[in-house]
């Protein structure tokens, strides 16, 4: 049975990191999305563009990688990181994590 595609995320609420698609927020909190709907998430939670968010500090995930570069990470972020690698270990996340945390080598 397919899920029921997400189309209004102006009241999106924070969830535990189970899946590879989303944004993370500067505080930590993971905003489930799926696949292709970081544009729509961007316009209608926060009004703005995914560039604007990603210069605001929020990571974008996309496949379980981080889509943004050159981000000051902060420590909830990375305690979010940590609880989806704990979550799954060998999936694509837990590798960038690793990746992170080697700090970018």
């Known amino acids: 049975m397919m899920a029921q595609r997400i189309t209004n995320y102006t009241k999106a ?3 535990a990191p ?3 698609d989303g944004w ?3 505080d930590g909190k993971f905003y489930a999305i799926p696949c292709g ?3 729509e998430f961007a316009e209608q939670f926060a009004h703005t563009k995914p560039s604007s968010l990603e210069a605001q500090g929020w990571l974008h ?5 981080i889509r943004n570069f050159n981000v000051q990470i902060t420590q909830p ?5 940590w609880d989806a690698f ?6 694509a996340r837990a590798l960038e ?4 945390l080697d700090g970018g080598k």
């Open 13 to 15: 609420q924070p969830v």
């Open 18 to 20: 189970t899946q590879e």
């Open 24 to 26: 993370i927020a500067p």
């Open 37 to 39: 709907d970081h544009y």
């Open 61 to 65: 995930i996309s496949y379980g990688f």
């Open 77 to 81: 972020q990375m305690d979010t990181l």
């Open 86 to 91: 704990q979550a799954d270990p060998r999936s």
């Open 97 to 100: 994590l690793k990746y992170w």
